[in-house]
């Protein structure tokens, strides 16, 4: 996987020209950091970054993005302490609230990845409601990632269709790519092109594990809290200066 810095200099671009990817990921890191270095408590980066995932959102919606993934919230999250995990289930909560109240008339199409049961009922309900106001949308997707894991994932994909296999509804040599796209959490949507790593870890954290696997990584050293639009723009700048070829030879993009 070929990974690049968005912090180095991008050469002029006519950003009127660019061909923008489709869908974006987001791997919204750093917020702990960010709350440190002020000597503040983790869950003061996270309620930051909360203000900008939503400010990072609204601007990919008002450029033509048209899928959007954020990581909110991973498999792996409940190990961290009660507070800041606490403190994550409120955020998500005032969103979902904020949203239903306010925003009624948006045109983002939220959708959640994730198994979704673990959550307290009262954020289920807020999930499912949002589900529904949102079903007839047709802006861009906004997938949260909330109890989210690639490899969870495709565990699951995998579970279901060995139920359709049991039930004599599937061959075992039936089961295709294709097959297993269709029972992850993203089915019907593009697979990522482009996944922005912000705080400068080079790392996939179990996100989007089968859909990246010909995603472009751009990875920038500004923490989430601290990531703007035009941080934002300089990733989508490296991201058409990349030659994609899907493994083959010819350039394709
Ligand atoms: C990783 O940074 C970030 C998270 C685990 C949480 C991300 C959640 C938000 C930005 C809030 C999103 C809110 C809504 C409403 C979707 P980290 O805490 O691991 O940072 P560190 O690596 O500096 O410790």
């Known amino acids: 996987m070929a990974l690049f810095s968005a912090n180095k200099p991008a050469p002029a671009l006519d950003r009127s020209l660019r061909r923008l990817p ?9 917020n702990g950091r960010w709350a440190q270095k002020r000597g503040l408590p983790r ?9 900008n995932f939503k400010k990072i959102t609204r601007y ?75 079903k007839n949308r047709t802006g861009m997707v906004l997938n949260i990632a909330m109890n989210y894991g690639g490899r969870a994932e495709i565990v699951h994909a995998v579970q279901q269709l ?25 089915a019907g949507q593009p697979d990522p092109d482009l996944i922005i790593r912000p705080s400068g870890e080079m790392r996939v954290s179990n996100f989007l594990l089968w859909q990246s696997a010909y995603t472009e990584y751009v990875v920038s050293d500004i923490l989430w809290p601290d990531f703007t639009p035009e941080d934002l723009e300089k990733a989508l700048d490296d991201y058409c200066l990349r ?3 899907f493994g083959g030879v010819e350039e394709s993009r």
């Open 22 to 30: 489709q869908h974006v990921g987001i791997i919204m890191d750093g």
């Open 43 to 51: 869950s003061a980066g996270h309620t930051v970054g909360a203000q």
């Open 60 to 134: 990919c919606a008002s450029i033509g993005i048209r899928y959007l993934t954020v990581y909110a919230f991973s498999t792996e999250n409940w190990k961290r302490s009660e507070e800041e995990v606490g403190a994550l289930m409120r955020l998500f909560q005032q969103y979902l609230e904020e949203s239903l109240r306010d925003f009624l008339d948006e045109d983002i199409k939220v959708r959640f990845i994730g198994d979704t049961t673990a959550f307290s009922p009262r954020l289920q309900k807020l999930i499912e409601e949002t589900r529904e106001v949102c």
């Open 162 to 186: 060995c139920e359709k296999v049991q039930r004599g509804e599937l061959a075992p040599n039936e089961v295709t790519e294709q097959q297993i796209a269709d029972h992850l959490y993203t």
């Open 243 to 245: 030659h994609r070829r």
